[in-house]
């Protein structure tokens, strides 16, 4: 598998901004950056939208 179709794996906590992501694209980041056993959930904050993962 190249690193292209790779999903990103992070040893942490991540916040991406996802703020002018299509709604319908949404799923799509949430699986390039999963990261296993750990919590996927949108965050609002001062009118932007974040998508984080936390580590289990």
Avoid at 29 to 47: D, K, P, S, T
């Amino acid at each position: 598998m190249s690193s292209r179709t790779q999903p990103t794996r992070f040893a942490g906590s991540t916040r991406i901004d996802v703020t002018d992501c299509a709604a319908t694209r949404i799923p799509d980041r949430v699986a390039a950056n999963a990261v296993g056993g750990a919590e996927v959930y949108l965050e609002r904050r001062g009118g932007r939208t974040y998508l984080v993962t936390e580590s289990a």
